[in-house]
């Protein structure tokens, strides 16, 4: 998939054609397509939290520095989000302000021929980024925390797209777990099912976002980027179509105090059944409540736990180039 070099705008990629749609293209921005081109490291950043997870101004900063980690690890980081119909996988400037100042939808996979065949735009989540990366020929991809299960989802059904999109995706995403909003023993049971193989990075346990320790222990645990680089080579020597979770907890020490937790948890989740929050705003309602609750802790420590992961998919994601070239080498 070499990308076609045009010297007037962001080069062009065309992944081959599906069903009968047509071929799609997508717009790489220049570093992130010399990146591909030649085989170095890539991370690919969902743009959700940008525009739904995080409260302004402190979103656009963060999305800045996410980016930078990366850069400073020698990883190109690539931001994904679509605008006015076209899929961008890496963001300039302008971009990137318009998914942190816009009032730009949340795009999940199921919004984006949606957004293609009207020229719309949407900051998208896990499983829309996920998508995206994949067709880009990105493998590694950094989030704060998945979607999963939600608490009542026994009568309302929510669960999210992401959990489906991991099942049908292979790309490596690195998460600290999925957030205490959610039903997370549920959320461990729909990833088996659905095939997802899980790694604790250096832990046992699975996290809970902002909490080290969900409680909920894990089967597998790895020591190192390069132990996660052997797995997916495993996953792809066997062809497999899923994903594998990377499950990166905050040390103790950086956690969200579990007494402040669990009081502004308990208050979030019952302003939301009050006001009958429902379908795609439950998530990012309940993230603000937390950060109100909390009186901005939860975002001191969301920032952290972003921070984290991004650090370590970066050297996944270089792990993983290095194997690569390894291939070619030998
Ligand atoms: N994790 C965060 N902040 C976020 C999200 C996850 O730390 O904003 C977003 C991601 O984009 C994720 C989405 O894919 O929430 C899940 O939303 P839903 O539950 O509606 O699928
Ligand atoms: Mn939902």
Same mark, same amino acid.
Not at 119 to 130: C, E, F, Y
């Given at each position: 998939?070499?990308?076609? *070099?045009?010297?007037?705008?962001?080069?062009?990629?065309?992944?081959?054609?599906? !069903?009968?749609?047509?071929? /799609?293209?997508?717009?790489?921005?220049?570093?992130?397509?010399?990146?591909?081109?030649?085989? +170095?490291?890539?991370?690919?950043?969902?743009? $959700? /939290? &940008?525009?739904?997870?995080?409260?302004?101004?402190?979103?656009?900063?963060? @999305?800045?520095?996410?980016? *930078?980690?990366?850069?400073?690890?020698?990883?190109?980081?690539?931001?994904?989000?679509?605008?006015?119909?076209? =899929?961008? /996988?890496?963001?300039?400037?302008?971009?990137? %302000?318009?998914?942190?100042?816009?009032? &730009?939808?949340?795009?999940?996979?199921?919004?984006? #021929?949606?957004? /293609? @065949? $009207?020229?719309?735009?949407?900051?998208?989540?896990?499983?829309?980024? @996920?998508?995206?990366?994949?067709?880009?020929?990105? +493998?590694?991809?950094?989030?704060?925390?998945?979607?999963?299960?939600?608490?009542?989802?026994?009568? $309302?059904?929510?669960?999210?797209?992401? =959990?489906?999109?991991?099942?049908?995706?292979?790309? $490596?995403?690195?998460?600290? !777990?999925? %957030?205490?909003?959610?039903? &997370?023993?549920?959320?461990?049971?729909?990833?088996?099912?659905? !095939?997802?193989?899980?790694?604790?990075? +250096?832990?046992?346990?699975?996290?809970?976002?902002?909490?080290?320790?969900?409680?909920?222990?894990?089967?597998?645990?790895?020591?190192?980027?390069?132990?996660?680089?052997?797995?997916?080579?495993?996953?792809?020597?066997?062809?497999?179509? *899923?994903?594998?979770?990377?499950?990166?907890?905050?040390?103790?020490?950086?956690?969200?105090? #579990?007494?402040?937790?669990?009081?502004?948890?308990?208050?979030?989740?019952? @302003?939301?059944?009050?006001? !009958?929050?429902?379908? %795609?705003?439950?998530?990012?309602?309940?993230?603000?409540?937390?950060?109100?609750?909390?009186?901005?802790?939860?975002?001191?420590?969301? =920032?952290? &736990?972003?921070?984290?992961?991004?650090?370590?998919?970066?050297?996944?994601? +270089?792990?993983?180039?290095?194997?690569? *070239?390894?291939?070619?080498?030998?």
């Amino acid at each position: 998939m070499a990308p076609e *070099q045009r010297t007037d705008a962001a080069p062009v990629v065309r992944p081959p054609a599906v !069903g009968h749609g047509g071929s /799609i293209e997508m717009t790489l921005s220049p570093p992130v397509a010399e990146a591909l081109a030649g085989g +170095r490291p890539v991370v690919a950043l969902e743009s $959700t /939290i &940008i525009s739904h997870g995080l409260p302004r101004p402190q979103n656009l900063e963060a @999305a800045h520095h996410f980016e *930078q980690v990366l850069r400073d690890q020698g990883v190109t980081p690539a931001t994904i989000a679509v605008l006015d119909g076209q =899929l961008h /996988i890496g963001l300039d400037e302008d971009a990137l %302000k318009r998914v942190a100042t816009d009032d &730009i939808t949340k795009a999940s996979v199921r919004d984006l #021929p949606m957004l /293609i @065949a $009207t020229g719309g735009s949407g900051a998208t989540t896990v499983a829309a980024t @996920a998508h995206l990366a994949r067709l880009a020929g990105i +493998r590694v991809f950094a989030t704060g925390g998945l979607g999963g299960v939600h608490r009542l989802a026994s009568s $309302t059904y929510d669960e999210s797209a992401d =959990l489906m999109t991991l099942a049908q995706t292979p790309i $490596t995403v690195v998460s600290a !777990g999925v %957030k205490s909003i959610l039903d &997370i023993g549920a959320t461990l049971e729909r990833l088996e099912t659905l !095939g997802v193989t899980v790694l604790g990075y +250096r832990t046992s346990r699975f996290p809970a976002f902002w909490l080290t320790d969900s409680g909920h222990d894990l089967d597998w645990r790895v020591e190192s980027g390069h132990q996660v680089v052997e797995v997916m080579a495993a996953g792809d020597a066997l062809t497999r179509t *899923q994903a594998v979770l990377v499950a990166n907890p905050l040390a103790i020490d950086q956690q969200l105090d #579990p007494e402040v937790h669990d009081s502004a948890l308990d208050a979030a989740l019952a @302003a939301a059944r009050d006001q !009958g929050v429902r379908g %795609k705003q439950v998530t990012p309602f309940l993230l603000s409540e937390m950060v109100q609750a909390t009186g901005g802790r939860s975002l001191d420590v969301n =920032l952290q &736990i972003v921070r984290n992961n991004v650090a370590l998919a970066g050297e996944i994601a +270089r792990a993983w180039a290095e194997r690569e *070239q390894h291939m070619q080498d030998t």
